[in-house]
Nanobody, 122 residues
Framework: QVQLVESGGGLVQAGGSLTLSCAAS??????MSWFRQDPGRERVLVAG????????YLADSVKDRFTIFKNDAMNTMYLQMNGLKPEDTAVYYC?????????????????WGQGIQVNVSS
C-alpha cells in the first residue's frame, strides 16, 4: 500500500534550520513535491523533484533558502530549510504523482502524506 510519511518538523526560531523528510513506500513515483498550507489559505507548491532526472523546482519565496534533494536507496525526499522566517510557518505536505513533470496544482497529485507542522517564531 502506498504511504508517504513526513518527519522533521517542529518549532524553530527565525533564522534557524530544519530538514523535512518524506519516506515513500508501496510504490515508486516520477515526481515528489512539498506543499504548504496555512489555515484558511490555499495549499501551495514549495518545491518538487523529478525522481528520474533530478530536475527540481523551488518557489520564488524559498529558492534562496531551501534545497530539495532525494535519496534513491531510501526512497526518501528531503527539504532542507535554512534561514527560516515566520512566514514559513505552515503545515507541510509531501505529495507524489506518477508524472514526468512537476505539477503545481495540488489537484494533480494522487498521493499525500498527513502533513507536518513547521512553526517559526519571531
Amino acid at each position: 500500500q502506498v504511504q508517504l510519511v513526513e518527519s522533521g518538523g517542529g518549532l524553530v526560531q527565525a533564522g534557524g534550520s530544519l530538514t523535512l523528510s518524506c519516506a515513500a513506500s508501496g510504490s515508486t513515483f516520477s515526481t515528489m513535491s512539498w506543499f504548504r498550507q496555512d489555515p484558511g489559505r490555499e495549499r501551495v507548491l514549495v518545491a518538487g523533484i523529478n525522481w528520474h532526472n533530478g530536475n527540481t523546482y523551488l518557489a520564488d519565496s524559498v529558492k534562496d533558502r531551501f534545497t530539495i534533494f532525494k535519496n534513491d536507496a531510501m526512497n526518501t525526499m528531503y527539504l532542507q530549510m535554512n534561514g527560516l522566517k515566520p512566514e514559513d510557518t505552515a503545515v507541510y505536505y509531501c505529495a507524489a504523482i506518477r508524472s514526468f513533470l512537476i505539477k503545481t496544482s495540488p489537484g494533480d497529485y494522487h498521493y499525500w502524506g498527513q502533513g507536518i507542522q513547521v512553526n517559526v517564531s519571531s
